[in-house]
């Protein structure tokens, strides 16, 4: 199974911003479609954004549009989950996630990092 490793979540204000990085060990990222997930308190876990392999096109839940980018950073073999204009309802665990098929939907990405906090909250 591929490896995942998120960083960069912490606590921030309403309206404040956080980079998330993802970081695979012993395979390249752009292999594959990576995603962006997050799960709430008692929530699913549910889709943010995603970004394909085949061509970098990007895609985003309703709920962050404008608000959160997706991007790689292939020479450094990471992608990034850039946040502004945060809300307290985007508190939840991020996980990124690798798949062979482009859809914001958890059950098509196989492999899974362990997630990062992300609270927001003044």
């Known amino acids: 199974q591929l490896q995942l490793v998120e960083s960069g979540g912490g606590l921030v204000q309403p309206g404040g911003s956080l980079r998330l990085s993802c970081a695979a060990s012993?395979?390249?990222?752009?292999?594959?479609?990576i995603g962006w997930f997050r799960q709430a308190p008692g929530k699913e876990r549910e889709g943010v954004a995603y970004i394909t392999s085949r061509d970098g096109s990007t895609h985003y839940a309703d709920s962050v549009k404008e608000r959160f980018t997706i991007s790689r950073d292939n020479a450094n073999n990471l992608v990034y989950l850039q946040m502004n204009s945060l809300k307290p309802e985007d508190t939840a665990v991020y996980y990124c996630a690798a798949g062979l098929i482009a859809a914001l939907s958890p059950s098509y990405f196989g492999s899974w990092g362990q997630g990062t906090q992300v609270t927001v909250s003044s």
């Open positions: 012993k395979f390249t990222l752009d292999y594959y479609n």
